[in-house]
T-cell receptor, first 115, second 109 residues
Framework: ETGVTQTPRHLVMGMTNKKSLKCEQH?????MYWYKQSAKKPLELMFVYSLEERVENNSVPSRFSPECPNSSHLFLHLHTLQPEDSALYLC??????????????FGAGTRLSVL | GQNIDQPTEMTATEGAIVQINCTYQTSGFNGLFWYQQHAGEAPTFLSY??LDGLEEKGRFSSFLSRSKGYSYLLLKELQMKDSASYLCAVMDSNYQLIWGAGTKLIIKP
């Protein structure tokens, strides 16, 4: 148990569906992250929220829309995805972001398949 | 560009020692992290090096040479549960983590 919980663990969706991924951290951290993990590729940082404000958006397509209602919760809203978006989506949290070396704690991820 | 290189896959025998190498070229350096990720599970933090030298933590040790852009993770007395992927990541001058693709370690009895 890492203190970061992601739901659902598995998701299959069609290209016209709308779904949301949820992440919750119980560590009292003030920064949260979304990563995409594809087989045999490095983790790709998608979004960073610090103190509930988005501070990083790495040229992610608009079909991915993040939401951070408070410092403990992070969502990733998905719509009209493409098959190449199939991957493991990881959420992470840390105490602080962008101002010092901090350890990121990860959830187990949501395995997304787009048909 | 920024780049982290580590072997794709390694195989070792239970009870033995294995060294997983990581080389990096990044814009600045604010430390190097190693994470362990079992299949279907969350990556978990193993070690952090910011100064040159060896950091030992039980059966696991991590080494850093900043002048060579090089690190390794040393695993001793290998156990079957050590079968996992090991991720190397460098924090650049903007305190953003740059990740390697991971090394899948297979332990054989």
């Amino acid at each position: 148990e890492t203190g970061v919980t992601q739901t659902p663990r598995h998701l299959v969706m069609g290209m016209t569906n709308k779904k949301s991924l949820k992440c919750e951290q119980h560590l009292g951290h003030n920064a949260m992250y979304w990563y995409k993990q594809s087989a045999k590729k490095p983790l790709e940082l998608m979004f960073v929220y610090s103190l509930e404000e988005r501070v990083e958006n790495n040229s992610v397509p608009s079909r991915f829309s993040p939401e951070c209602p408070n410092s403990s919760h992070l969502f990733l809203h998905l719509h009209t995805l493409q098959p190449e978006d199939s991957a493991l989506y990881l959420c992470a949290s840390s105490q602080g972001s962008g101002t010092g070396a901090t350890i990121q704690y990860f959830g187990a991820g949501t395995r997304l398949s787009v048909l | 560009g920024q780049n982290i290189d580590q072997p794709t896959e390694m195989t070792a025998t239970e009870g033995a020692i294995v060294q997983i190498n990581c080389t990096y070229q990044t814009s600045g350096f604010n430390g190097l992290f190693w994470y362990q990720q079992h299949a279907g599970e969350a990556p978990t933090f193993l070690s952090y090096n910011v100064l040159d030298g060896l950091e030992e933590k039980g059966r696991f040790s991590s080494f850093l040479s900043r002048s060579k852009g090089y690190s390794y993770l040393l695993l001793k007395e290998l156990q079957m549960k050590d079968s996992a992927s090991y991720l190397c990541a460098v924090m650049d001058s903007n305190y953003q983590l740059i990740w390697g693709a991971g090394t899948k370690l297979i332990i054989k009895p």
